[in-house]
């Protein structure tokens, strides 16, 4: 073989990338490329813009400044990524014909509509005898690599864990190396030199999302070293939102600025010498794997549909109620206000604490009545760190109708999910500064504070804050009877 074209998709890294790998061991010249997918990126370009008519999205912005990172270390090579803006069914084969490469590496991607364009992509290259080779990269172990004893796929997390830890061997955390002979990384041919696309010029505006979240495998190690000095703490702090628990590492996990090998190998090398804080994040880097293989085998879960089919049977709220009730869930008016301080953190930043997604998702469905899919396409538009099987995962996990959700009878108390992991009040007064002044006691839960205290923290339920749009306990009885077409609410059950 002479030469390879690497298309990136999201693994936006030059180093330990399968893909990247194989092209460099198999060409003499290789060339990497990228393509702002006009399927993917049209879509956000709905709804509201700025003053120059470009939309604001902290994900694109990300990707073009680690795309940048990526160029300037192709160039210092001799030679640059290529990046188009258009549709990769019809971009991939022309960069690849006029390069005149035997064959186009990438690594496989597990979401339907990605399958679909990938497959049209090949038999586009085999026209042309050129050849698509594609590899796991984003994760350990994907597809039917964990099964069961019966040689079935898991849907329950703990078994599929053990599992997964049993099956695990060194060669599977082994990084692929990455280095290129003098010269193989072939200069970019003049007519293929377009210049970089600008964010401007595919309709979006930047967002100074690296002053917070600095992008590219650079900002995704930093990160983790600053995150390698806490993890043994992990365990303690991670479901407290006011303190510094979380890793912050996975909006580049999920746009592969970051290896997924890396990161497992030092946490599972952290848990063998008895890192609790590594055993319990290595865990939620396994329900990463695990939420892959789902979606993998159950491909339908992308369209909506509950992994629990008996589910999709629930009658959720309609009408106008639900949609003043699903703006003020947006909008962080609830009136709890863990619950809308976990909303502003998302629609300020892109980014909400794990701990807070559980709540707020719990809150929807079972406070509100709404529909998991809702809340999930919310999150699929804000989200820096989306990830399709993850999020859709997530949501049918809160909503009990996906695979090891809670059970339909566990719903999360907001007030006392408030006085749990923010004792003090600090996450909500960050967020909700208008009540500031309320006491630890009263913060959780305004409404029930006396008069004399909101006078004077200069709170007018209603005008300064919004009253509570539901009231918990009432909500609770009437999502046990909404649940009830999925499974008769027991005596028991009820007194939960």
């Known amino acids: 073989m002479q030469k390879a074209l690497v298309w990136l998709r999201r693994d936006l890294r030059l180093y330990d990338n399968a893909a990247l790998h194989y092209a460099l ?6 060339w990497l490329t990228f ?7 049209k879509p956000l370009l709905k709804g509201e813009l700025d003053t120059n008519g470009l939309k604001h999205d902290r994900r694109v912005d990300f990707i073009w400044q680690g795309l940048k990172q990526i160029d300037d270390e192709l160039r210092n090579q001799g030679g640059g990524l290529i990046v188009r803006f258009g549709q990769p069914t019809e971009c991939i084969p022309e960069i690849a014909k006029e390069l005149g490469v035997n064959t186009v590496f990438t690594n496989h991607d597990y979401e339907p509509s990605a399958i679909e364009r990938d497959e049209t992509v090949r038999v586009q290259l085999e026209k042309q005898n050129i050849g698509f080779e594609t590899f ?5 172990f994907e597809k039917k690599e964990i099964l069961t004893n019966s040689n079935t796929v898991f849907s329950i997390f703990t078994p599929y864990k053990n599992n997964w830890l049993k099956t695990l061997q060194e060669k599977d955390l082994a990084a692929y190396e990455c280095n290129p002979k003098p010269g193989q990384i072939a200069g970019i041919p003049k007519k293929l ?19 917070y979240l600095p992008p590219g495998s650079e900002g995704g190690q930093a990160f983790l070293e600053d995150f390698l000095h806490r993890i043994d703490q992990y365990q303690v702090g991670r479901d407290f939102p006011a303190i510094k628990g979380v890793s912050y590492l996975s909006t580049h996990l999920r746009f592969g600025m970051l290896s997924i090998r890396g990161l497992v190998r030092e946490a599972h090398r952290r848990m063998l010498a008895g890192s609790m804080g590594a055993t319990i994040w290595l865990s939620e880097l396994i329900w990463r794997d695990f939420y892959f293989m789902i979606l993998s085998n159950h491909p339908r879960l992308a369209k909506g549909a509950s992994f629990k089919p008996d589910y999709d049977n629930i009658a959720w709220e309609s ?8 703006t003020a869930w947006c909008e962080g008016k609830t009136g709890y206000p863990l619950v809308d301080a976990a909303m502003h953190q ?8 794990n701990r807070l997604r559980m709540v707020v998702a719990s809150f929807l469905t079972k406070d509100l009545g709404i529909d998991w899919r809702w809340g999930e396409a919310y999150f699929a538009e804000h989200l820096n760190d989306f990830e399709l099987s993850s999020n859709n995962g997530g949501w049918q996990w809160a909503s009990s109708s996906g695979c090891d959700a809670q059970p339909y009878f566990r719903i999360f108390n ?9 004792p003090e009040g600090k996450f909500i007064r ?7 002044k309320l006491s630890k006691k009263s913060i959780h839960a305004p409404w029930e504070a006396g008069h004399i205290e909101l006078e004077a923290a200069g709170i007018l339920l209603g005008r300064d804050y919004p009253l509570p749009v539901v009231n918990h306990d009432e909500a609770r009885k009437k999502t046990l009877v909404r649940y009830s077409v999925v499974k008769k609410v027991t005596s028991e059950d009820s007194a939960t």
């Not at 960050?430 to 500031?436: E, G, N, T």
């Open 193 to 211: 030199s377009a210049p970089f696309p600008s964010l401007e010029s595919m309709g979006f505006c930047p967002t100074g999302i690296e002053s």
């Open 35 to 41: 393509v702002f997918d006009t399927d993917i990126l």
């Open 346 to 353: 998302l629609n300020q930043s892109g980014y909400m604490h």
């Open 414 to 422: 907001p007030i006392t999910q408030s006085q749990k992991f923010d």
């Open 136 to 140: 796991k990269d984003q994760v350990i």
């Open 319 to 326: 009408g106008t109620t639900a949609k003043k009730l699903f």
């Open 430 to 436: 960050r967020y909700l500064p208008q009540l500031d």
């Open 25 to 30: 061991k198999e060409a003499e010249q290789v």
